[in-house]
């Protein structure tokens, strides 16, 4: 079973303050977006690092069968030629 890690959320959604709304609520604004933002960065990258190993693995097993199944094309061609 698969289980989804949880993300970071915003605490209030809240839409952008308008200029009628003071410039310290616009500065307070922008900096929570920016601490969100760069948590959101953060998760991103350490759920990248998390799958590496795991696409690695991958990878490498899919090379191994591309290898095994060209190594079979490549003797059963040879057996067809020989026979010819």
């Known amino acids: 079973m698969y ?3 949880a993300h970071p959320k915003l605490a ?3 839409s952008f303050p308008s200029k009628a709304a003071g410039e310290s609520t ?21 759920q990248q690092a998390l799958a590496e190993p795991h696409m690695k693995a991958s ?6 069968y591309n290898a095994a199944v060209k190594a079979y094309n490549d003797e059963v061609e ?3 030629k020989a026979g010819k």
Do not use: G, M, S
């Open 26 to 46: 616009q500065r307070a604004f922008q900096r929570d977006y920016v601490t969100y933002t760069d948590c959101l960065k953060k998760f991103a990258l350490e």
């Open 78 to 80: 040879k057996n067809n």
């Open 59 to 64: 990878n490498a097993t899919i090379n191994e």
């Open 3 to 5: 289980i989804t890690p």
């Open 12 to 14: 209030k959604t809240r």
